[in-house]
């Protein structure tokens, strides 16, 4: 029997204890309830479901029922793709009487398994709810289905010369109602700022079937509590989220980047702050790679920024983006940046290449984003999105490093690699470690040894990834009693039966 395996099983038995007082008080779902929900649903196509009424083939829905890492694992007998909002209610109003706990998912691209079930609760896909409700060219207001693809999105409002406010490596397979319930932060919140700023309205399915229509187009609403704000980055737990009302702001008229090679990392934050002062208004990303993350991108074919010569005596990277309305003054500010970053008396970099296309200029962004995908090449990662002070980056992941080690576990039959990367602009590190395979002296050796070095920065133990399954217990860290406390009220006054997403967020 595999080390995977007995991994898995550990894993799964942790889930299912999570929550375990009220998963006891939910059902499941009987071939009766399967019969009805055939009738609610406008296609055939939309339910799949292992019972015997419907009869699909188990293995079409392993995708729902899995997450992409392969690390979580759910039981549901049943997944309903809804194509209207009025479906969505009625599937929850009926899963609310019966007790019959519901998964929402949107492109399950999570990285904390929040978007696959615990045991066997009801998937509901959001993924045939894909209509552009409307768009404004005027305000940049775009109104659509939570169901419409992150990059479907951003291709709708290109022509009319505006831009998503978010951009994630996923983009090509997350949903933007998934994007909104994750609070989903990415490569342009330094610019653009979070989904609590840009999102202007929801349409909400809540727990009981009723429908919560906030879907404002309205910039300016000062009209009380704004419950939109609830549903935002609260992973499902507290409703459905069904549609967006968010402002896109207008497509730079120019945009490029350059990439600088670091012989330190202590030179990462004066970097920044010189930065930051000669690009001031267009500065868009600032994105940090350590060498050891670089390297496995380029070994997995992400694309290679810099010659050997250049890397040479590097230990880290960074990627800077402008975004501007003018490419020669934009260019004029990078090559002055350049300029007085390699003739300084005490260089900060020791090289550093800009982007004289758009081929490489989207090469060197394929580079950074393509550091998620390198890591999966290379084996089963323990992901951490952390947010700690800029200036301990590198103390978190040698740490982390140096733990495994002094556990025996740093080499290539355990831990292969420990890496770090992320959004500088934000203070939000992705520290990686890449394992062979999933096992449980790993996650003993890391956990709560992450979080309590999170904790020690008084950082964040989720930045942007949520809570999900993975890290349920781990809130306390970053959350106070009493934060916790008022949590847990808002969420039995919105879902008093639990049925909303169960064990994920809250314990």
Request: aromatic content about 6%; charged content about 20%.
């Amino acid at each position: 029997m595999s080390r995977l395996w007995h991994w898995s099983r550990r894993c799964s038995l942790v889930l299912s204890r999570q929550n375990s007082t009220l998963a006891s008080r939910l059902n499941s779902i009987t071939d009766a309830d399967a019969l009805h929900f055939a009738k609610v649903l406008s296609s055939p196509t939309s339910l799949l479901s292992i019972l015997p009424s419907i009869s699909t083939p188990p293995e079409e829905l392993d995708i729902y029922n899995n997450d992409w890492m392969g690390k979580y694992r759910g039981k549901s007998t049943t997944v309903l793709k809804p194509k209207t909002t009025q479906e969505v209610s009625e599937i929850v109003k009926w899963c609310n009487d019966r007790r019959i706990g519901i998964v929402p998912q949107g492109g399950n691209t999570g990285l904390v398994g929040g978007s696959v079930p615990l045991r066997d609760e009801v998937i509901l896909s959001l993924s045939n709810m894909t209509q552009v409700r409307s768009f404004d060219p005027v305000s940049g207001i775009l109104v659509a289905d939570a169901g419409c693809i992150l990059q479907s999105l951003t291709d709708y409002v290109a022509p009319h010369n505006h831009i998503m406010p978010l951009d994630l490596g996923a983009k090509g397979s997350c949903q933007i109602g998934g994007n909104v319930s994750t609070n989903a932060g990415g490569l342009r919140l330094l610019r653009y700022g979070s989904l609590h700023g840009s999102v202007l309205g929801l349409e909400v399915v809540l727990p009981d079937g009723t429908i919560l229509d906030q879907l404002t187009t309205l910039r300016k609403d000062n009209t009380g509590y704004d419950l939109k704000q609830l549903f935002i980055g609260a992973e499902g737990t507290l409703g459905i989220i069904t549609g967006v009302s968010i402002l896109t702001p207008p497509a730079p008229q120019a945009s490029n980047n350059v990439i600088l090679a670091l012989p330190r990392f202590e030179n990462v934050l004066p970097l920044y702050k010189t930065v930051k002062r000669q690009l001031s208004e267009i500065l868009s990303a600032f994105e940090f790679i350590d060498r050891t993350a670089y390297d496995l991108a380029v070994k997995h074919g992400q694309g290679r920024a810099l010659s050997e010569e250049d890397v040479e005596g590097a230990e880290c990277f960074v990627l800077v983006e402008t975004s501007g309305g003018r490419r020669e003054h934009d260019e004029e500010k990078l090559n002055n940046l350049l300029e007085s970053l390699l003739e300084a008396d005490e260089p900060l970099i020791n090289t550093g290449v800009m982007a004289q296309n758009p081929a490489q200029f989207s090469s060197l962004w394929a580079l950074r984003e393509g550091v998620t995908e390198a890591v999966s090449k290379e084996g089963k990662a323990y992901k951490y999105d952390i947010s700690v002070p800029l200036s301990t980056f590198k103390e978190c992941v040698d740490l982390t490093r140096e733990r495994l080690r002094s556990k025996g576990l740093l080499n290539e039959a355990q831990v292969k690699a420990v890496i770090g990367y992320g959004h500088v602009g934000d203070g939000n590190l992705h520290l990686n470690v890449i394992a062979k395979a999933y096992t449980p002296e790993i996650q003993d050796a890391l956990e709560p040894f992450v979080y309590e070095l999170v904790a020690s920065h008084r950082g964040s133990v989720s930045a942007e990834h949520g809570i999900g399954a993975m890290k349920t217990h781990a809130l306390h860290y970053s959350k106070d009693e009493t934060s916790i406390a008022w949590m847990k009220k808002i969420k039995a006054i919105f879902d008093p039966n639990g049925i909303m997403n169960p064990g994920k967020v809250l314990e």
